[in-house]
């Protein structure tokens, strides 16, 4: 991929945005708010996301070679999760992998577009000896409010004479929530924009989104600038209460990095940032009190209390967000320390507060973030998985990036696995990770406790596997990948110690799960939908999370995989101030179960270290 | 005078304050609250502001010598318009120059304090496991607060948590119109504080006030810095407009100038500058706008409308105003662009919005503001005098400092005069200049239309006066003060040209009550109370002012001298909600008369230069 800019469109939808040159179909879908089915999870194996390019047809992939006939690529016919855009191009999206697919799905929710903001071009009577009102009467005149606002910004009153004088009083009022904050020269009422934010420990993912139709214009994407002083939660609060300008730092970074995701967002749409009047930000308790420079430092030490769960919109111009400075940022409510404003963020994408449905939402990262319930009753809770499922603390473990393999599977043709990308094997990511074990324990490598089996153990119909078993520095381990095919020229290898990781992991996880249940007194039979949210969430096989009872057995329909949910609920938060309303409603009405100080935990995870 | 401090209090009003080394017993009353009637306008030559000193007793001065017998003088007896407080003082003020006076003489009005600032001291509960409430939520709680605030401000969230925890959990709320704004460590309740400024074009007046009582407790003044780049408002507004930077510097001037005020204010009342949580400003509208840094450029261009008349709080942090950063900052209504909030000020403190009195209010300055009217209808417009009242624009001119002639006479004696604190005859102040014009008609030096006499006119009874008069460089002149006795060795005279100058200001303050009385259909003797606001109306003869026609006649004991009535509106809405409302109302509800485009005014402006 290179930083040049193309157009694309979705047909039938009708949907067009501007995507980084070299995107991959799938991506693109996924960021237009469409999505295409992709089974194999996007391994080009299943040829079941086929997509029809109008124009700007790229070249087959190997995998489209192999999968398409000769007459479907010449017709266009490409697959979803392989082809590329790489130039300006119309894409028809075949009747069941369009935007119907993904209300099914549940993973985007549709609301009425009801932001905070709204522009009205006026044009105002000039000051004459007959008309001595104030600048501003006049502006509010032209605007039929007869009170002044409650609150007025500095810097309005400071350029309000020379807007007016410069554009000859025809000028755009801006309107948060009826009332008057700003007005621009000239007539401006198409361009009215706000961001979405989900900011990660990891990453940060941003969204801008047309508010006068909730439409999404383009997303982007860069890596937490904070991981610099430490990959999780807990380095950083350490950081920023260890040194005298520890939290100032970190705040900078993250805003630093957001205004270069904003200008970003700005030039993929083609519209001036002054244009974005609103923002909405989802993240964990940490990363949003990080954001707002509000002191960590007691999400470190029992009782792991947040300093504010709940707050109203904040001046943009104050927090220092590039965009209009009359603009507003609304930073969602968290739960507790250890379930923040994302976890509401995916229950408000989810809809399952207003839903009869039982519905178990887990979202895995460092911290595996559990919400149990419906319309009646909710609760949530926190379990520390530690970052296994992320490829960390796991021997040959890396990122979801390139060269990790990311699934594996065992068939007729014996062991065989993916890469992101296609590219050599460097290492093994969480959603590989758990295949492997799966298939460890299939095929008797592993047993039940987790113990990697003696060669000699291994059943007949896996005796094939006894060269991939060697007794390591730390005891058994198992070789995923030879030397020979693996890109470091060392063997890609899941040890005794990965396998404990992936138990603690799983463990915690699942005990957390139980644990709820426990609470609403209901087994995995009451479940009406089970729902993967986050990066781990949307790459996992199901089938592998069920395997290694990651989440209790219920039947693969009822489990879905819905993607970054927190960040949908960012963008939900944003176009609409209901929206808005109920995340704080989810946030006051949710019961919190802390799970560090439970018996009932202590027990479920040493029964949940088990596998299956 | 130094910059010592030392403490006075007055009996029978038990007040205390604290003021500089040097200051008058009667600069020190009005500080307080209280005011000595001063007859003769505090030349010491009445001898009826009498008071006795029970502790810091001071040399008496020549006029105590001259007035009080050795009895009174030994038993502490002093003038209150001469006597100086050197040392901490106990003074009694007799009956009849105490606070009851001031009622009668309406400068004072009394209202219940109900600032928007209150303070609670709280014990909040410290987290638990049983209690895993945010920080915000726990400190709301303790306050009986059900919601989260509207607006919060981000350094309060960014010091939340280690205010509550260096303090063991015991704080300080301070909440804004009920709504939690800020938390201080320990118990602070009893230090809450606001300052009032009149922020005039030449000088910055400051009141500290306690809000929990209404009392004053300190006052401070200043030159407004703004002066170095021009005298008037109109060549404010020109630097303002001319320069890039322009703007920018005449706000910082004053408003470092303010700061340095609250930093007076507060080492004379010996608190801390960041208990002071409101501050309330009045100021002609080109002064208010240059204090917000908002544009007064169409406040020198018909129709000379303002940019902002009425607006709500602002922040005190975000203006950079020197009192506590989650204080708020209340800018009074303006009524027109040169109609201000200090004339909103003054109509507030007559309470004539609210009676049935038929009351004319004039603030004489380089403009003269003037009000008439009742409960039922208030007109108000601007009459542009020149500085001739300021002893500006006058040939012998000077502003009301040491050395300027103050008050003339005409008695059997012949020609008397008196200087500001005695000290040799630099100049002419404003009062000083209107009493010499009514000792010239009286005379015959003068005639009605203002032409000054040949020697040999001159009646009989005043050929003594002969000798004064002289032809100057510029035509006929009259010798206020020889040569043998002026400061200067130049004799003190008043031109030709300067009557006409006080001709013309008295002519254009005379024409717009005139124009106002016009429109409200009422003479002379239907006025039931005649306000003389500001420094001028303080310091001016009531009879000069009769005597040169420029107010109308109506008997003295109608006309009052309210001095400051500016300040004294901003110390009420200060202190008061109800007050801030009903400026909003007044600023609302009065008429305001355009005189510029106005042809009766033109037509009685011609009248109105006749004397008389």
Known sequence: MDARLVNVEFLPAGKTLRVEHGTVVAGALLAAGLKSGMPCGGRGRCGKCRVVFKSGVPEPTPAETDRLTKTELDGGWRLGCTATINQDAVIYIPNG?????????????????????????????????????????????????????????????????????ESNFSVTAILADGELVDIEPGNTESACYGAAFDIGTTTLAAYLIDLATGDEVATASAVNPQAGVGDDVISRISYSTSRIDGLANLQSLVLKEMNSLIKKLSDAAQISSSHIYEVSVVGNTCMTHLFLGVDPASLAQAPYVPVVRQMTALSAGELGMGINPAGRVHVLPAIAGYVGADTVGVVLASSMYNNEELTLAVDIGTNGEIVLGNKNRMLACSAAAGPAFEGAHI???????????????????????????????????????????????????????????????????????????????????????????SATGEPIVITQR????????????????????????????????????????????????????????????????????????????????????DAARISNEIEYVELTTDAEFQQRFADALIFG
Request: with cysteine.
């Open 498 to 581: 990965d396998i404990r990781e992936v138990q603690l992991a799983k463990g915690a996880i699942a005990a957390g799960i139980y644990t709820l249940m426990g609470r609403m007194g209901v087994s995995a039979e009451d479940l009406d939908k089970v729902i993967l949210a986050g990066a781990f969430g949307n790459y996992v096989r199901k089938e592998s999370a069920l395997g290694v009872g990651l989440i209790p057995n219920v039947p693969l329909h009822k489990l879905h995989s819905v993607g970054n949910a927190a960040g949908e609920g960012a963008k939900l938060a944003l176009i609409s101030k209901d929206m808005r309303g």
């Open 395 to 485: 021997y040959c473990g890396m990122g979801a990036v390139a060269g990790a393999v990311d699934a594996v599977w065992l068939d007729e043709d014996g062991l065989g696995f993916s890469t992101i990308e296609g590219k050599s094997p460097a290492g093994i990511c969480g959603s590989g990770l758990l295949d492997a074990v799966v298939c460890m324990l299939k095929s008797g490598v592993v047993d039940e406790g987790g113990r990697i089996a003696d060669p000699e153990e291994l059943p007949q119909e896996y005796a094939f596997l006894k060269d991939s078993l060697r007794m390591g520095g730390n005891g058994r381990e198992f070789i995923l990948v030879a030397k020979e095919k």
């Open 97 to 165: 992998s369009g935007a119907a697919k993904i209300l099914t799905h549940g993973t985007r929710r549709r609301v009425l577009a009801s932001p905070s903001i709204r522009k009205k071009h006026i044009t105002v009577e000039a000051p004459s000896t007959a008309d001595l009102r104030s600048d501003l009467e006049r502006v509010l005149g032209s605007l039929g409010i007869e009170k002044s606002p409650q609150n007025i910004e500095l810097p309005f009153l400071r350029h309000l004479a020379a807007r007016l004088r």
